[in-house]
């Protein structure tokens, strides 16, 4: 598929084998509730756009993202060393995203932030077939890491669904895929090849709800001699379809619809995630989080990013039950308004 939007300015939904080329909302259709053709202007104000690349292992947990939401640009990144329990972590935020650009292909091109002497840079590659992050800071925090999309077999999450009475979200996610590359911090230097980090990727856009929270989980890493990736969220991306998945050596089993249980005062305390199919039956304990809290008014968001191990068991269809023990990744609570 060359363009999400077709001639007739209305999205293809579904679940697609491969990215589309080029994301191209400005050709969206784009109507209020009462069904009055919007103009430029409004078509920039509502659509979102961001990206997102995570690094997990036993020595090093990391995550860097960008967001495009019209009247501000958002990003973030943070480093976390389990065997000691300390954390480096850096907030931006630049008014109407100056500073910031932004590709519309989700396999090509770069989405960066630059800030004074800090650069945040997300470049997919679709000659390469790779996904890099690039970060370099003005305390001499640098971290350099990149994945392979065309792992063998593997097959990446891509989807678009409705939101709301009149948008769409374009979504593709990718777990369970090693990562190499160096992150130089106060926390020390990392060989992300000889430590054995795992990476996963989000890369999503389009005319989401103006109102919405989400759950997300996702983990990475090792279990009965296979490469683990795990996607699931509930509260956005599953109106007709969802994104909800776990890859096994890059194949993709997909998930029903998934429940989160967890008390949102006390997050580092227990999570249960369990699937409607029962293909996933998940414990989740933090270690640690990164948070954000912003309320403009016109923008607000209540976030919390939570990192620790996952315990449970995943059932694909037709194979043996995988016991998952002790794997780091994810967990996620978000409130926005946009």
């Not at 999400?4 to 209020?32: E, K, M, T, V, W």
């Not at 931006?92 to 995203?97: A, D, Y």
């Not at 890059?250 to 008390?263: N, Y």
């Not at 403009?296 to 059932?315: D, H, P």
């Given at each position: 598929m060359?363009k ?9 939904f ?8 080029l ?34 292992s036993d ?10 939401l ?28 100056l500073g ?33 992050l ?14 392979s ?7 990446p ?6 939101a709301?009475v ?6 593709q ?5 090693t990562?190499?590359g ?11 090849g000889?430590?054995?980090a ?29 490469r683990?990736?795990l996607?699931?969220s ?21 998930v ?19 699937s ?32 620790g191990?996952?315990?449970g ?16 990744g ?9």
């Amino acid at each position: 598929m060359d363009k999400l939007i077709r001639a007739d300015g209305q999205p293809h939904f579904g679940i697609f084998p491969a990215a589309p080329g080029l994301i191209n909302y400005r050709d969206f259709d784009f109507r209020s509730p009462m069904g009055r053709r919007l103009g430029a202007l409004a078509k920039w104000r509502r659509f979102h756009q961001f990206q997102y690349f995570g690094l997990i292992s036993d020595e090093l947990i990391g995550g860097c993202a960008l967001a495009n939401l019209s009247l501000v640009g958002i990003g973030f990144v943070y480093l976390y060393h389990p065997a000691s329990g300390r954390m480096v972590e850096r907030q931006f935020k630049l008014p109407l995203g100056l500073g910031m650009r932004f590709s519309q292909s989700p396999d090509d091109g770069v989405c960066e932030l630059r800030q004074g002497r800090n650069l945040l840079r997300l470049e997919n590659s679709a000659l390469a077939g790779e996904k890099r992050l690039l970060v370099e800071l003005d305390d001499g925090t640098r971290i350099d890491a990149c994945f392979s999309d065309r792992q063998p077999a593997f097959q990446p999450m891509c989807i678009c669904t409705p939101a709301a009475v009149n948008g769409w979200v374009y979504a593709q996610k990718v777990a369970g895929v090693t990562c190499r590359g160096e992150v130089q911090s106060a926390l020390g230097h990392f060989d992300l090849g000889r430590i054995g980090a795992f990476a996963h990727h989000d890369w999503s856009a389009g005319y989401m709800r103006p109102e919405t929270n989400w759950n997300w989980a996702c983990l990475s890493g090792l279990a009965a001699g296979q490469r683990v990736g795990l996607n699931l969220s509930c509260g956005v991306n599953e109106t007709s379809f969802t994104e909800n998945c776990f890859w096994l050596d890059g194949q993709l089993f997909k998930v029903d619809t998934v429940r989160f249980t967890f008390d949102r005062d006390r997050p580092l305390d227990s999570w249960t995630i369990r699937s409607h199919d029962e293909q996933v039956e998940l414990r989740f304990v933090g270690a640690g989080l990164h948070q954000e809290r912003l309320n403009l008014g016109f923008i607000a968001s209540n976030f919390r990013q939570v990192f620790g191990r996952f315990n449970g068991t995943l059932r694909p269809p037709g194979r043996p039950a995988l016991s998952i023990d002790g794997i780091w990744g994810f967990v996620e609570d978000q409130y926005v308004k946009w």
